[in-house]
């Protein structure tokens, strides 16, 4: 590709981009030996094509439908385009024997208190649990997750930490995941409903793992009215107070946040501001202001990277 004049991104090395006059460009993404081209002249993109035929064997498969069981659905008269995983999940539901299952309308009950304790006591249970595929079902919904359900994200995460001893109790959660599943079979990712802007929203869940009393962060990352990247993930250390959860799940989104503004001023997509919300008036007002008080004083000091990033202007 850096023959043929492509530059290689620094933020992902598996993207390639060039630039032609008249604002034409071509993005080529790369997966193993899967291939993407993106691109305004079709032209162009087939001379891309011939070129790349001539220095390894590859099989043109037309205009992308389909890529790594996503599949791309495009209305180029509303400019929207859709990434499904329709058949993957009706596949996996199929394949552990839940397509006739009752659907549900959260992934995550209230009632379900995961714990580390709810697991098999004794050989004799354990052994019963060994039938039961609960890893196999978390494997397989955590490439939905990844892909393009991030309402699963929160609820995967959770029972992905219990995987090494689960019990009766956490292969309900997992049943209960397929049956949401069930009912949203059809929810998909949606792009061009909105301006091409970058917008991040993140919250916390205060000490919401049982046995370890640890907080859990959670972003979502929108870019032209779709998610482009989203996390819920266990805080690495124990929050001492409200203010200091929120404000650790802010720096974890601000990261994602730049990253990802980083990746589009690449592909040369330039916005004026980036934008972050936060429902923490405490944690907002740490982030803007350096003097530390009884709250903040204990958070751990890689936490406070925030402020030199609103310092210099990166958000």
Not at 164 to 187: A, D, F, Q
Request: proline share 2%.
């Amino acid at each position: 590709m850096c023959e043929h004049g492509y530059k290689k991104t620094t933020s992902d090395h598996c993207v390639f981009v060039k630039r032609f006059a008249n604002n034409d460009f071509i993005i080529l993404l790369l997966y193993v030996d899967n291939m993407l081209i993106v691109g305004k002249d079709i032209f162009m993109i087939n001379r891309l094509k011939k070129q790349l035929s001539e220095s390894f064997a590859m099989k043109d498969m037309g205009t992308a439908k389909q890529i790594l069981g996503i599949r791309i659905m495009c209305d180029r008269q509303e400019k929207k385009l859709w990434l499904s995983q329709e058949h993957y999940v009706k596949r996996m539901l199929q394949r552990f024997q839940m397509e006739n299952a009752k659907a549900v309308s959260t992934p995550l009950a209230t009632h379900f208190k995961l714990s580390a304790k709810q697991s098999p006591p004794n050989e004799t249970r354990k052994s019963d649990m060994q039938r039961v595929p609960c890893a196999s079902v978390v494997g397989s919904l955590m490439y939905a997750m990844v892909c393009t359900r991030p309402d699963i994200a929160h609820v995967v995460g959770t029972i992905s930490r219990l995987l090494s001893n689960p019990g009766r109790e956490h292969w309900n959660v997992v049943k209960r995941i397929l049956r949401y599943l069930r009912g949203t079979t059809c929810l998909m990712l949606c792009f061009g409903g909105d301006k091409p802007t970058l917008v991040g929203y993140t919250d916390f869940d205060m000490a919401g793992d049982i046995d370890s009393r640890r907080s859990t962060s959670g972003y979502m990352i929108k870019f032209a009215g779709g998610v482009v990247a989203w996390q819920s993930r266990l805080q690495k250390c124990v929050a001492l107070s409200t203010t200091e959860a929120e404000f650790i799940a802010i720096t974890e989104a601000c990261k994602e946040l730049l990253w990802v503004k980083k990746f589009l001023q690449e592909l040369s997509f330039v916005q004026d501001k980036y934008l972050l919300f936060c429902d923490s008036q405490s944690a907002i007002h740490l982030g803007k202001n350096s003097t530390f008080h009884s709250r903040s004083k204990n958070n751990d000091v890689r936490y406070h990277w925030i402020r030199d990033a609103l310092e210099a202007r990166l958000l």
